[in-house]
């Protein structure tokens, strides 16, 4: 499974665009990028995911460069709610379901 | 609309008294996981299952098991907690597909070993 790396923390301020990159070298063909975003005590909720190029649903957005060796998950006007630790996760669609392995994640701290 | 529950929400049990964590979940999904994160850390996946087939991870030490009897169902047991088995414990859960699926996670149980 590709290892991923990304910032450990970062500060925002509220009503900010906030942009967490995360570097997977050695991701594989088959492998594909999904982010998490984990309150303190709750399990990790799938915020998007995807393979190339650009994705877009209702509260982030995904950019993968040609080579895909990084991708960006973008907040727009973050708040305070915002406010948890975010994973980036590189993961193979193996017999039909994913398999992946969890990075050190980026804690994200926005701030009033 | 809880869809992955687990229960309990907070376990205490002494040092080498089995403990068993419960999962279940109401999405009818192929595969079920078990997840280990302890404080300030990433979840550790432990093992899982696709239908009845049990898959452990290389580096899941023994004392640690699982069980699915059915669809909805799924079960951990340590069978000698250590002070070093204090963590939390997540439960989540896929379709299978030949499009990927995100991991639906339980908000966990919290194990405390006294």
């Known amino acids: 499974l590709a290892k991923t790396t990304q910032p450990i923390s970062m500060d925002s301020y509220e009503g900010q665009e906030v942009n967490i990159t995360c570097s997977h070298n050695?991701?594989?063909?088959?492998?594909?990028i999904t982010w998490y975003q984990q309150f303190p005590s709750q399990g990790p909720r799938f915020i998007i995911q995807g393979y190339k190029t650009k994705v877009t649903n209702e509260v982030a957005s995904l950019f993968i460069p040609a080579d895909r060796k990084s991708s960006t998950l973008s907040l727009p006007r973050v708040s305070l709610s915002d406010t948890a630790v975010y994973y980036c996760l590189v993961g193979v669609l193996s017999g039909g379901y994913q398999k992946v392995t969890f990075g050190i994640g980026t804690k994200l701290q926005v701030i009033p | 609309d809880a869809m992955v529950i687990q229960n309990p929400r907070y376990q205490v049990t002494q040092f080498g008294k089995p403990v068993t964590l419960s999962c279940s979940q109401t999405?009818?999904?192929?595969?079920m996981y078990w997840y280990q994160q302890k404080s300030s850390q990433a979840p550790k996946l432990l093992f899982h299952?696709?239908?009845?087939?049990?898959?452990n991870e290389a580096d899941t030490p023994d004392n640690f098991q699982s069980r699915r009897p059915n669809t909805s169902f799924c079960f951990l047991d340590i069978r000698s907690p250590g002070l070093g088995d204090a963590a939390m414990y997540l439960c989540?859960?896929?379709?299978?597909?030949?499009?990927?699926?995100?991991?639906?996670f339980g908000d966990g149980t919290r194990l405390s070993i006294l």
């Open positions: 989540a859960t896929s379709s299978r597909d030949r499009v990927l699926q995100p991991q639906h």
């Open positions: 999405l009818n999904h192929n595969v």
């Open positions: 299952y696709y239908d009845k087939d049990f898959n």
């Open positions: 050695n991701i594989a063909t088959n492998d594909y």
